[in-house]
């Protein structure tokens, strides 16, 4: 036979879940303040009906004193049982049932009482302040034992004290009355109890709902969890209530938006300022994977609602869109390479066929031609572009736009120095620029891309014109905000960031980037830079590039 399993304790204590610890919370409040309301309702009430015996006793001795025969039977005749007094006294006393109504002379002898023995006798107690003139309320035993008491002086016709009436209230009768409220009381504390016992599980029963049914434990540990995880996740989170502000931002996207924890509780607006992050994060932007820049991070944004409020969360893209530019550069030089060498190969089979046919002298002049075309190409650009990283640049976009059938052409008033403050963010403007247009003008019939870049002064002024279709008026601002590209984007990355870029770029030095309506048709970017060269006298600065920089480069829109 298996053994006997042990006998499971009975263990005492509260429950776990929340919804049983609050009703019994709930229930045991509303238990308490019941019986303490009893109490408080009872320890006066006592007290209230012994003083309301003693004032009707008072008024009912008021009422005999104030009957002249009384006085003048006193005064008249002698104590005895059946005398006037005594019979008047009885009457009182059997119509307002008090105790006794005892009407006494100036020495205390009784002229009326219950007890007809008692008539004639000295009264029990100390008749001296009715007798005095004054009007006494007391509780005291006497040969009824005890009662509330009412004592007045008794005056005659001419008003002197000839005696005093006493009457007493039966103590027991307080007592009874005092008894029989408090099944009453009891009643009443039991329904108050018994609503609130009510009201306890219904609010109970919500907290339940809203809860889950969890226990406190269970709570603790949740919300322990949250803080480990919105702290220790590589994804910015930012929750936000129903009026916009910051209900909660946890270290990552503190470090991403560049805000702290000041920002909690203001709206994003104060917090982050005007931008498609504030946008983007307040659901004026609505969307999936929403891309965004703030300060010298690309963001991917993404916004949940709630039933109070709202859940954003923010990726660091950052490095995969360096990635990604660093791949276009790539594949940019692998076009331009493409072209030179279908460019070289087919003036090889040319020069090959000259050489056959023995056509020496076509053959060293065609050769001289080619060379000439290079070298004159790149010498028009090294002679109006003196700096050489940007003069690198538009040879190799001159040959990938050939390669594509476009006309890439340096405006004759081109003519910048070689002093550029920040040669790095004016080859990533320019090729930005570039980009854009020769992907508008692809396709079309004598596509054609114009460069100006010259300096006034220590102001850059750099022009791009295309013969392209144009951008409509009411798109010259979307344009550029981040995430807005008419074209479908790449496969490792995400278009709309690029001319973004070229207007942070510009505005980080004071300057602007605008486009507008090219003479031709076609669009025409314009972007000045203030303060872009430096002084004439002093040596070109050689500046590394910013961490907004090596994101931006050659994005197209």
Same mark, same amino acid.
């Given at each position: 036979?298996?053994?006997?399993?042990?006998?499971?304790?009975?263990?005492?204590?509260?429950?776990?879940?929340?919804?049983?610890?609050?009703?019994?919370?709930?229930?045991?409040?509303?238990?308490?303040?019941?019986?303490?309301? &009893?109490?408080?309702?009872?320890?006066p009430l006592s007290d209230q009906l012994d003083d309301q015996a003693m004032r009707r006793a008072l008024s009912i001795a008021q009422t005999t004193a104030a009957q002249p025969q009384i006085a003048e039977d006193l005064v008249s005749t002698r104590a005895t049982a059946g005398g006037p007094v005594q019979r008047e006294a009885e009457r009182i006393r059997k119509a307002t049932r008090a105790e006794y109504v005892v009407v006494m002379n100036r020495r205390g002898v009784r002229w009326s009482h219950p007890t007809p023995s008692e008539i004639g006798r000295i009264v029990s107690t100390d008749p001296g302040q009715a007798l005095a003139g004054h009007e006494v309320m007391q509780i005291d035993d006497g040969t009824l034992g005890r009662t509330a008491r009412g004592k007045v002086p008794l005056r005659d016709g001419d008003g002197r004290i000839v005696g005093a009436v006493s009457v007493g209230i039966a103590y027991d009768s307080v007592r009874a009355r005092l008894l029989h409220a408090i099944p009453g009381l009891l009643a009443y504390a039991g329904g108050a109890l018994a609503v609130g016992a009510l009201a306890a599980w219904l609010i109970s029963r919500r907290v339940q709902r809203q809860t889950r049914d969890l226990a406190f434990s269970d709570i603790s540990a949740l919300l322990a969890e949250r803080e480990a995880m919105l702290h220790g996740i590589r994804e910015g989170v930012v929750a936000l209530d129903r009026g916009g502000c910051i209900r909660l931002l946890n270290d990552e996207a503190q470090r991403l938006l560049g805000i702290g924890d000041e920002a909690v509780g203001r709206s994003l607006d104060e917090a982050l300022g005007e931008g498609r992050t504030t946008d983007v994060?307040?659901?004026?932007?609505?969307?999936?994977?929403?891309?965004?820049?703030?300060?010298?991070?690309?963001? +991917?944004?993404?916004?949940?609602? /709630?039933?109070?409020?709202? +859940?954003? /969360?923010?990726?660091?893209? /950052?490095?995969?869109?360096?990635?990604?530019?660093?791949?276009?550069?790539?594949?940019?030089?692998?076009?331009?390479?493409?072209?030179?060498?279908?460019?070289?190969?087919?003036?090889?089979?040319?020069?090959?066929?000259?050489?056959?046919?023995?056509?020496?002298?076509?053959?060293?002049?065609?050769?001289?031609?080619?060379?000439?075309?290079?070298?004159?190409?790149?010498?028009?650009?090294?002679?109006?572009?003196?700096?050489?990283?940007?003069?690198?640049?538009?040879?190799?976009?001159?040959?990938?736009?050939?390669?594509?059938?476009? /006309?890439?052409?340096?405006?004759?008033? &081109?003519?910048?120095?070689?002093?550029?403050?920040?040669?790095?963010?004016?080859?990533?403007?320019?090729?930005?620029?570039?980009?854009?247009?020769?992907?508008?003008?692809?396709? &079309?019939?004598?596509?054609?891309?114009?460069?100006?870049?010259?300096?006034?002064?220590?102001?850059?002024?750099?022009?791009?014109?295309?013969?392209?279709?144009?951008?409509?008026?009411?798109?010259?601002?979307?344009?550029?905000?981040?995430?807005?590209?008419?074209?479908?984007?790449?496969a490792h990355r995400e278009r709309g960031i690029g001319l973004s870029l070229v207007r942070r770029l510009a505005e980080r030095q004071g300057g602007t980037a605008t486009v507008g309506e090219a003479a031709g048709g076609g669009a025409e970017f314009t972007v000045v830079l203030p303060e872009a060269l430096a002084e004439p006298d002093l040596e070109p600065a050689l500046t590394l590039p910013s961490a907004a920089q090596t994101t931006a480069e050659e994005e197209s829109r």
């Open positions: 036979m298996s053994p006997t399993p042990p006998a499971r304790r009975l263990r005492l204590g509260l429950p776990r879940r929340m919804f049983a610890q609050v009703l019994l919370m709930q229930v045991a409040i509303a238990a308490g303040v019941a019986v303490l309301a &009893t109490g408080l309702f009872l320890a994060l307040a659901g004026r932007v609505t969307g999936t994977d929403l891309l965004t820049v703030r300060g010298q991070r690309v963001l +991917v944004a993404n916004r949940m609602p /709630t039933d109070d409020g709202a +859940v954003a /969360t923010l990726r660091d893209r /950052t490095e995969l869109e360096q990635l990604g530019r660093e791949l276009d550069s790539t594949r940019g030089l692998i076009d331009a390479l493409r072209a030179q060498d279908h460019e070289h190969a087919n003036r090889m089979h040319t020069l090959l066929g000259l050489l056959e046919l023995e056509m020496y002298d076509d053959a060293v002049e065609f050769v001289g031609e080619v060379v000439g075309d290079h070298r004159a190409t790149a010498e028009q650009v090294a002679e109006k572009i003196q700096d050489p990283l940007l003069a690198a640049l538009l040879v190799g976009k001159a040959t990938v736009a050939a390669e594509r059938g476009v /006309t890439l052409h340096l405006s004759d008033r &081109t003519r910048l120095p070689d002093r550029l403050v920040d040669p790095r963010g004016l080859v990533t403007i320019v090729g930005n620029l570039v980009d854009n247009a020769l992907d508008a003008v692809a396709g &079309t019939p004598h596509a054609r891309v114009e460069v100006e870049s010259r300096a006034e002064g220590r102001t850059a002024i750099l022009r791009v014109r295309d013969t392209g279709p144009g951008i409509p008026e009411e798109h010259r601002e979307l344009i550029f905000t981040e995430g807005w590209s008419t074209k479908k984007p790449p």
